[in-house]
């Protein structure tokens, strides 16, 4: 069976999907795998404006699998907590591999995005829930530690700190019409119109230039982890005349309003 699904929807969009709705898409190693490796693809696919990141079935993942985590690749000889750090690695990569692709992803979230779902929802930078999604921070449910995955990092910086530190230590169910009102999500839509929203979403970055909304992506994140305000405008700044000064975008922009025609960017 295939536990990455790729699938290319409109033009310029790609749709990831985990495929395994029988263990909700949870996190063994034979899906993260995989989806590392399809999500560094779908990044090196120059035809690939924006991407949609879902689970198959009923819910989007529901985080380690406890019962069949897969086989960790490479690890023959070597001590178990050597093995625990490089099984960790593997998974921290697709949150990085998230972060470090060019394109902006949206998750899709249809029902449960628990434990690592929900940081690997945190990972993406649009986030839409479906009706019936929840999100909980598990690990401190299952005695262990919920900060895993960056999530102690992205979850503050999307609510604040105050509601992050009650959803991670109370290890409770967030529903998608509390996640909408403190900012876990930007909208919530039927489950039968999730898939279209997060598409028409999509089409809305592709009617922009490329480089444009590529750049936006990598600065909001820069942006979060900037030492200073002053220090941020700079790489901000410098972004800004590089897109100005190395492309025709602004000039083709104040065109295409004065010819009341939608902007045609070759950039």
């Not at 790609?14 to 899906?31: C, I, K, S």
Request: proline share 4%; net charge neutral; with cysteine.
């Amino acid at each position: 069976m295939t536990f990455v699904l790729v699938d290319k929807p409109r033009p310029g969009i790609a749709l990831v999907t985990l495929n395994r709705p029988d263990r909700m898409n949870a996190m063994a190693f034979d899906v993260m795998i995989p989806l590392r490796e399809t999500l560094e693809a779908v990044a090196a696919d120059n035809e690939v404006r924006a991407v949609v990141l879902t689970g198959a079935g009923h819910g989007f993942c529901s985080g380690a699998d406890l019962q069949h985590a897969g086989k960790v690749p490479g690890v023959e000889g070597l001590t178990k907590t050597t093995v625990a750090r490089r099984s960790m690695d593997l998974l921290n990569n697709v949150m990085l591999t998230l972060r470090r692709m060019h394109q902006p992803v949206i998750s899709a979230i249809n029902g449960a995005a628990i434990g690592g779902g929900f940081c690997l929802a945190m990972g993406t930078d649009i986030r839409i829930a479906a009706e019936d999604a929840y999100f909980r921070a598990a690990g401190i449910n299952n005695g262990l530690t919920s900060a895993e995955l960056g999530i102690s990092y992205t979850l503050p910086r999307a609510i604040g700190s105050t509601r992050a530190f009650e959803i991670m230590l109370t290890g409770r169910d967030v529903d998608s019409t509390e996640a909408e009102r403190i900012g876990i999500v930007s909208r919530v839509v039927p489950g039968d119109k999730l898939l279209e929203t997060a598409y028409d979403t999509a089409d809305q970055i592709l009617r922009w230039s490329r480089v444009g909304a590529e750049l936006t992506k990598r600065m909001l994140w820069s942006g979060l982890e900037a030492g200073s305000f002053e220090s941020h405008m700079q790489h901000e700044g410098m972004a800004q005349l590089y897109v100005r000064l190395t492309t025709d975008n602004f000039d083709e922009a104040i065109r295409a309003r004065k010819d009341r025609r939608p902007p045609h960017f070759e950039h």
